[in-house]
């Protein structure tokens, strides 16, 4: 499988939507209150979301099967958040290079370090970022919430 991994822009909102809501109801269901609320969003929101963090899209033969948002916190910091790839292009090594994508942006945008959180059971993601580099974060810099562990990179 070929993926091209894109930045989504803000002319992309209605694929943006798209993939984002399929994530949300594949990850949580449509009844949890995150895909309630953003399935409502006008585009004026989704725009503005666009604006606000980076997204970047898994695309095979231009269908949209991933995405991951990057928020940059502080000029140091880049947060990588909400990595999903449709169940039926998963097992084919399609993480790495959308993950790979979000953390080439924020080493362009002179981030020091790129921060995410992972569920503690989820050996999957780990091993994607772990594959990549990250490593748990130790001690009291790290945010504890239930069962989820801290990851950071350094990219500088
Ligand atoms: C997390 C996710 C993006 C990974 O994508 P994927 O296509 O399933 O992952 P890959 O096939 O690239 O596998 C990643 C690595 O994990 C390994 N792996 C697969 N199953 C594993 C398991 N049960 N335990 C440990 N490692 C495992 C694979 O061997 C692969 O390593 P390799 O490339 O060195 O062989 C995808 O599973 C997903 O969207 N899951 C639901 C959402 C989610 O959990 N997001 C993460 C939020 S932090």
């Known amino acids: 499988m070929t993926v091209r991994v894109t930045r989504l822009t803000e002319s992309d909102w209605r694929l943006f939507a798209a993939v984002r809501l399929r994530a949300l109801s594949d990850s949580l269901g449509t009844e949890d209150p995150q895909f309630q609320q953003e399935s409502s969003f006008t585009a004026a929101q989704w725009r503005r979301r666009l604006r606000e963090h980076a997204q970047f899209a898994a695309m095979l033969n231009d269908r949209a099967v991933g995405l991951i948002g990057a928020q940059q916190e502080n000029p140091d ?3 990588l958040y909400s990595l999903w790839l449709d169940p039926a292009a998963r ?16 080493r362009d945008r002179q981030a020091r370090i790129v921060t995410l959180r992972v569920a503690v059971d989820n050996a999957v993601a780990r091993g994607v970022y772990e594959s990549i580099g990250f490593q748990p ?20």
Request: no cysteine.
């Open 91 to 106: 097992g084919h090594g399609l993480a790495r290079p959308l993950v790979a994508a979000a953390v080439d942006w924020a």
């Open 77 to 79: 910091t880049v947060y």
């Open 137 to 156: 974060i130790t001690g009291s810099r790290n945010d504890v919430r239930a069962g989820e562990l801290a990851m950071s990179l350094s990219v500088r």
